[in-house]
């Protein structure tokens, strides 16, 4: 098996209203410094996305797929949260709330999304928003990045072995007889064709 870890490349920022942002385009890459964050009762069910990610060099069988942000809230105790909305390429998908729960910056748990983006084809077409559930107070959440995590088993492709070790490429042969002027005389040809190794030889 082989896992695959790759962060949010870009931003088309076209939900609104928006979550606030700090750094640059796409806030949710690997680093701490650039973040989206939102915060208070006026803010509740603000969006912040669509974010989008590198095409998977993944290949063969998709064993999982999943999703792990790393974000902090100021006040815990308050439950405010997040929503998490997964697009496939077809359809929007509503995933789970994400409650943080720690003042710094930590990860989250891994968010299993293998059954909405169960093919390459998906994969690559995967979005994603969030949306702020305002709960009690005037606390605030920040979400500085998000990985999508791909295990897969590659394909293997068995060549046919020989028994001296050597692999052998099989085309078929197709010989063109010559062409006569009609009428021609009456005689036929006989032609065997052996293969040797990487040699063709004619025998009368």
Known sequence: MTVETLWVNADTDTETPKWGTVGSNPYLDASDSDYIDVGGSKNDQHKSGDFSFPTTGASGTINSVNLQFRDKCVSPADNDSYSVWVYDGLAWHYITDVFPSTTGFSWEATIDVSAILGTVAK?????????????????????????????????????????????????????????FPFPFPLFCFSRRISIERSSITNIP
């Open 123 to 179: 994969i690559n077409a995967a979005k994603v928003y969030v949306i702020y559930n305002w709960n009690l107070g005037n606390s605030a959440i920040y979400v500085s990045q998000l990985t999508r995590i791909v295990d897969y088993t590659p394909s293997v492709v068995t060549p046919t072995a020989r028994g001296d070790g050597l692999v052998w490429i099989v085309s078929t042969l197709k010989p063109k007889l010559p062409k």
